[in-house]
């Protein structure tokens, strides 16, 4: 698995983790992502990131992560949410790094649906359709990140246990659909289209074209 | 399955209505449906609950699965699709068995029409959802 910092440049990942940000997630998570901090117990792990600086400032812990250390493990732990410090703590915008860490909880919530999940017969996503959408996941992340894309794919686990992303921007919509290993994808221009103008079996590596034409 | 042919009594009455249990798996974070609701690729069997078998016994009904949500599509606009609604009666649906019936005439499409057809299906119901599903 490609890690963020792989994927993005020092300048593009200031850009994608905008400051002020504020840390939201359990002392386990947050002591495994910033190991460089002393967490003391029972003390909320609410933590600002100053991003003002060359590296990030974790307050009020005063530690120091380097950025592209940082966005390495974010990419890791993306079970942590990040939200803007606004007064109500709901972040105002959905970042990519908030909705993949939703479509990351879904993706553990299908790895743990049986057969028949539907009560309609349904099979279970197998565990290697699981961690191909987890693959693809990541990928999706920094691609959007890449193309600055301002909507966010969703997921739904289909019957037959394949997983796929719908992702809709503005008169476009792409399936990405994933059964073990393979990958298809299909796509529909403009919305009100029943026909859709692409359905091809792609490539792991062809993900960031099927990701650009969403986003031309 | 899906056949249409040699099966039960098929709808024909492009008024009446039906509706589809829509699992939260199946639902997006705004609480919209998505296409996995009407997945068509393994010819798997569509349930659907007939408006007009069920009349005023609605959240009755609602409680075969009341962990679901519930969405309203018109037999119009399934048949417009060149898609059949047959009889299929359930004996898991108790006193709405008879109200049981199932996609039908997709079997012979191609992957790439059913998705196309999933998919329209799904923007039809999103404009129906008449329960959601609890989160």
């Known amino acids: ?216 | 399955m899906a056949e249409c042919v040699n099966s039960g009594a098929h709808v024909t009455d492009r008024t009446d209505s039906v509706f589809r249990f829509i699992h939260v798996g199946n639902t997006n974070g705004d609480g919209t449906l998505n296409s996995g609701s009407f997945s068509l690729r393994r010819d798997n069997a569509v349930s659907l609950g007939l408006a007009s078998r069920i009349g005023a016994r609605f959240e009755a009904f609602c409680e075969l699965k009341p962990e679901q949500g519930v969405a309203r599509l018109s037999v119009g606009s399934i048949l417009d699709l060149t898609l059949g609604i047959h009889s299929d009666p359930e004996p898991e649906w108790g006193e709405f068995m008879d109200a049981h019936f199932v996609l039908c005439g997709y079997e012979h499409l191609s992957n790439r029409k059913k998705e196309e057809i999933g998919r329209r299906l799904r923007d039809i119901a999103n404009g129906n959802i008449v329960k959601h599903p609890p989160q």
């Open chain 1, 1 to 216: 698995m490609k890690a963020l910092s792989d994927l993005l440049s020092h300048d593009e990942m200031k850009e994608t983790f905008q400051p002020p940000l504020v840390l939201f997630g359990s002392q386990t998570f947050l002591s495994d992502l910033f190991s460089e901090v002393t967490y003391r117990p029972n003390v909320t792990c609410n933590h600002v990131i100053d991003l003002s600086v060359s590296a990030l400032k974790i307050l009020p812990f005063g530690a120091v992560v380097g950025t592209e250390v940082c966005g390495a493990r974010f990419v890791r732990y993306l079970v942590v949410s990040l939200g803007s410090p606004a007064e109500t703590g709901e972040p105002t915008q959905l970042s990519p790094l908030h909705w993949a860490a939703r479509l990351r909880s879904e993706l553990i919530t299908f790895g743990q649906m049986h057969d028949n999940w539907d009560s309609e017969g349904a099979r279970a996503a197998t565990p290697e359709t699981v961690a191909s959408a987890n693959r693809i996941l990541e990928a999706l992340i920094a691609f959007s990140i890449k193309a600055r894309l301002a909507t966010y794919p969703s997921l739904t686990l289909l019957p037959d246990g394949a997983i796929r992303f719908e992702w809709i921007n503005r008169d476009r919509e792409l399936f990405l659909t994933i059964l073990n290993n393979s990958i298809e994808a299909q796509r529909w221009k403009p919305l009100s289209a029943l026909h859709s103008e692409y359905f091809e079996e792609i490539q792991f590596e062809q993900l960031q074209g099927e990701v650009s034409w969403l986003s031309a």
